[in-house]
């Protein structure tokens, strides 16, 4: 039996990769491909008639397959269905790292779904506190409710938005720019952000236009996204070239953290880098980039 270690609110997630949880030949090998993240699906990729046996597969994936590095979050389905909570009592007794809230939209809904995880550590023995949640925001009204939701509960690592429910509910079809998501993506990003917790952009649902995936990707990196779902493989690598520090911004970074802290050091309260006045803001941030580019593996430097 496999025992994963405590899951960290703060890792890596450039990439959560959806896969149909009642599928054992997809999910037994999901880590080969390098994604940060999968979501073991249990809602819509099941039908109806087939929510036990997603369950009894993914018990046992769980259980039985040791997924590396990569952080294996189960999508729950909708807390209106009869089967949200069998789901938490399977995710947690079979060692998920997190759980995806489908459909959040308010704070209560976020505390329902920690009531019943609480419950399930103990019932199962498993460390309280050890399972993560996220909420995905699918609705005007859980955009209306970002703040409040992703604020709800310690175990809250993030936030995503659904495109595909989400257009449906403005009456709207995908455009090339996304303008058609632009203002409920900016409020989820404020929201994460004002929150101190992370935000992933939608899956792009056509996987063989590939211009237009990448297109969307740079646009979330640019927006401040720390991440993408998507749903297969061959998008992995672009979205991880992409969210990673470049060699230009790593070295800027090095350069502002070695010149504050030597300023830091020598007593000096006003911080210049290349003549320029830097505050702060600056300097935590380029703290940041070094901790990123080490995360993606492009950082080697002494820092």
Request: with cysteine; glycine share 8%.
């Amino acid at each position: 039996m496999i025992n994963r270690p405590r899951p960290d609110k703060k890792r890596l997630r450039r990439t959560m990769m959806f896969m149909n949880a009642q599928k054992p030949g997809l999910i037994k090998d999901a880590y080969i491909y390098g994604s940060d993240s999968i979501i073991l699906d249990l809602e819509d990729a099941v039908a109806e008639n087939q929510k036990d046996a997603a369950r009894f597969s993914l018990y046992h994936a769980l259980k039985n397959i040791d997924y590396g590095d990569t952080e294996v979050i189960v999508r729950i389905n909708g807390l209106d269905t009869p089967h949200w909570q069998e789901d938490v009592r399977v995710c947690v007794a079979g060692g998920a790292d997190g759980i995806r809230i489908a459909k959040c939209e308010n704070a209560e809904m976020v505390r329902q779904v920690e009531a019943a995880v609480l419950a399930a550590e103990r019932e199962f023995g498993v460390e309280e506190g050890r399972t993560l949640l996220m909420a995905a925001l699918e609705s005007p009204m859980g955009i209306m409710n970002a703040y409040e939701i992703v604020t709800a509960s310690d175990r809250m690592l993030g936030c995503a938005i659904s495109g595909g429910d989400f257009r449906k509910s403005m009456h709207v079809q995908i455009q090339r720019g996304g303008v058609e998501m632009m203002v409920a993506r900016g409020q989820m990003l404020l929201a994460a952000r004002a929150a101190g917790v992370q935000c992933f952009d939608t899956m792009y649902p056509n996987i063989d236009d590939m211009e237009g995936f990448k297109a969307e990707v740079i646009q979330n990196h640019q927006m401040g996204f720390d991440g993408k779902s998507i749903v297969n493989p061959k998008q992995i690598a672009f979205v991880h070239e992409t969210f990673a520090p470049t060699e230009k911004e790593i070295a800027y970074a090095e350069k502002l953290v070695r010149g504050c802290q030597a300023q830091a050091d020598a007593g000096i309260g006003v911080y210049t880098v290349d003549g320029k006045m830097v505050d702060i803001p600056f300097f935590e941030d380029a703290k940041r980039i070094i901790a990123l580019a080490k995360a993606c593996g492009v950082y080697h430097g002494d820092l």
